[in-house]
């Protein structure tokens, strides 16, 4: 079974600029997530997406963040404009369901450095 | 809100010795899960083991065993034979919904 991909792995923007991450879940998975990684820190949900419709998005910065999951499968997250503490390491996540007890699955992650 | 703490930044154990990572978990709620993911270096989190609030039996999954004291909130991750392929980040997280993580714990297994 393949696991959760991302790409791209790295990327290296200077600050302003925008940046798009892309994930694919697990198939079957209907819950997605995006977490935000800071160096020396555990993961932070961003936001939470069951099939297309959003679950929870309260941690997601909006005024330069945003997030979609057209058709429930793919999703992609943009950063507009960057700044630099968004430095991190962009994860993104899936499970069958949305129970308390979900595992979840993590891809490899995106590293992004704003400069 | 719920809290997860993880006191030891770091821990260090010799191959096929025994070590022991710290967590506790805050939370008002009583039903709850607990989870220890671990990260190995450019590697993705895979889950260790996952424990119910509810349930009194300490979950085991072959060396990986917690010790769950409810009252104490103290959810604590024991490696037992540690391996060369332990070394890893290693984060307790709690969910009642959203999975909420602590800051890892990086544990060294020296040969």
């Known amino acids: 079974e393949a696991g959760v991909a991302q790409s791209p792995r790295y990327k290296i923007i200077e600050k302003r600029q925008s940046v798009a991450f892309w994930c694919n879940p697990i198939s079957g998975h209907a819950t997605l997530y995006w977490y935000q990684q800071i160096l020396g820190q555990g993961p932070k949900l961003l936001i939470q997406?069951?099939?297309?419709?959003?679950?929870?998005d309260s941690q997601l910065p909006k005024d330069r963040f945003s997030a979609e999951r057209l058709k429930g499968v793919d999703s992609t997250l943009k950063i507009q404009p960057a700044k630099l503490e968004d430095s991190a390491v962009y994860l993104c996540?899936?499970?069958?369901?949305?129970?308390?007890?979900?595992?979840?699955?993590f891809g490899p992650g995106t590293r992004l450095l704003v400069l | 809100a719920q809290t997860v703490t993880q006191s030891q930044p770091e821990m260090s154990v010799q191959e096929a010795e025994t070590v022991t990572l710290s967590c506790t978990y805050d939370?008002?709620?009583?039903?709850?899960?607990l989870f220890w993911y671990k990260q190995p270096p450019s590697r993705q989190m895979i889950l260790v083991i996952r424990?119910?609030?509810?349930?009194?039996q300490n979950a085991t999954e072959n060396r990986f065993s917690v010790n769950f004291q409810k009252a104490a909130k103290s959810f604590s991750l024991k490696i037992s034979d540690s391996q060369l392929g332990d070394a890893a980040m290693y984060f307790c997280?709690?969910?009642?919904?959203?999975?909420?993580f602590g800051k890892g714990t990086k544990l060294s297994v020296k040969p």
């Open positions: 424990q119910e609030a509810y349930k009194q």
């Open positions: 997280g709690g969910s009642q919904g959203n999975l909420i």
């Open positions: 997406f069951q099939n297309n419709g959003v679950v929870d």
């Open positions: 996540a899936s499970s069958l369901g949305t129970s308390n007890s979900e595992t979840q699955y």
């Open positions: 939370t008002s709620e009583s039903d709850y899960y």
